[in-house]
């Protein structure tokens, strides 16, 4: 190395190195605010990858494509993607890259069943699926214009309730959506809530009594005519998730309430 490439070597070092700080700082403050359960998709994030995804982009030309299926911000900004859009897809605004939807299938669910669904549709991701979530915070006044505004696009419906699947909301908003969006559906809407008997008191009765990610993945798998292998493979990697968790506890991010 020559005198004369040191200002340019400097100069590049230093280029990349606040490009591998900006995805940091972007990474962490998705990670600190992703308990408040306002983000609509799981996410997987890029700390400790930066410098991969910046090494790789910085050697692209701006008209090159790329190809990320796994911890995919980091690729996105180092690419020179927008942060802004990148921020409201994540948030599930129209405003996001994709539109801040699924394009494959609507997934309806409330309290800590929210939390199931988005792991459920982690796991469709992960085997080539999209789906979106929506958190009904609140049932009354009910509002589906988002919800309604997607099963529009999918064509298909997963609802699930900590409630009895008869006479709950999820039969309301079954009877509006099929109602109103009667001619985009492309299967019959799917709800998933308590069988229709007293709650058990007994814990060996309580399996399969409580909708969970496994169900909805089961139920989404149906709606979506899921291969077998790629069924399989979700339920694995659901099943493994699980192993660490008690019967009757709710998801360990869930903070209230019910």
Do not use: W
């Amino acid at each position: 190395m020559n005198d004369t490439t040191l200002p340019s070597t400097a100069h590049a070092t230093l280029k990349f190195f606040k490009k591998l700080l900006f995805i940091r700082m972007v990474e962490e403050s998705i990670a600190e605010n992703y308990s408040k359960q306002e983000m609509r998709c799981p996410v997987h994030l890029s700390i400790g990858q930066e410098a991969v995804a910046v090494g790789v982009c910085e050697a692209l030309r701006r008209s090159d494509a790329i190809f990320s299926t796994h911890r995919c911000h980091a690729h996105y900004l180092a690419k020179g993607g927008d942060l802004q859009r990148m921020v409201a897809e994540i948030y599930g605004k129209a405003a996001g890259c994709c539109g801040g939807s699924g394009e494959e299938l609507t997934i309806e669910a409330s309290s800590y069943m929210t939390l199931e669904a988005q792991r459920a549709a982690e796991i469709l991701q992960g085997v080539g699926y999209s789906a979106t979530v929506f958190d009904m915070r609140v049932l009354r006044p009910l509002n589906l214009i988002d919800v309604m505004a997607s099963v529009n696009r999918t064509g298909r419906l997963v609802i699930v309730d900590t409630e009895f699947r008869t006479y709950g909301v999820g039969a309301e908003i079954t009877s509006q959506v099929v109602s109103r969006c009667f001619s985009s559906l492309k299967q019959a809407p799917v709800r998933l809530g308590l069988p229709d008997h007293p709650n058990p008191s007994s814990r060996g009765f309580l399996p399969g009594l409580y909708p969970n990610a496994e169900s909805i993945f089961r139920a989404a798998g149906s709606i979506l005519s899921l291969p077998a292998a790629k069924l399989n493979a979700g339920l694995e990697r659901l099943e493994l998730g699980r192993r660490t968790l008690a019967i009757d506890v709710p998801d360990p991010r869930f903070r209230g309430p019910f």
